[in-house]
Nanobody, 115 residues
């Protein structure tokens, strides 16, 4: 079973920042588009951002200019730097690996934004 291990969630006030991390097995990481999805209560899971093998990045419109995705190949790790967080960013955030059309998921990490 493929394990993607996330860390870095938590609670923060509006305007604050958090950084999520996700470590993947090397054989998965080196052949996958890596990404972050989120799911808020009562809503469908949605793509937040992904980053390809060539480091091309894609963002949801709702997070453009606030979130930054990056990958460190030597550590098989991706990051999501989240700045200027808003209450609507509250959700469980999931790391994903898309390897040739097969999606693998992490267990999820909670991000809560409230005053």
């Amino acid at each position: 079973q493929v394990q993607l291990v996330e860390s870095g969630g938590g609670s923060v006030q509006p305007g604050g920042s958090l950084r999520l991390s996700c470590v993947a097995p090397g054989n998965i990481f080196s052949t996958s588009t890596m990404g972050w999805y989120r799911q808020a209560p009562g809503k469908q899971r949605e793509l937040v951002a992904n980053i390809g093998l060539g480091a091309s990045e894609k963002y949801a419109d709702s997070v453009k200019g606030r979130f930054l995705i990056s990958r460190t190949n030597s550590k098989h790790t991706i990051y999501l730097q989240m700045n200027n967080l808003k209450p609507e960013d509250t959700a469980v955030y999931y790391c994903s690996a898309n390897q040739w059309g097969t999606l693998y998921w992490g267990q999820g990490t909670q991000v809560s934004v409230s005053s």
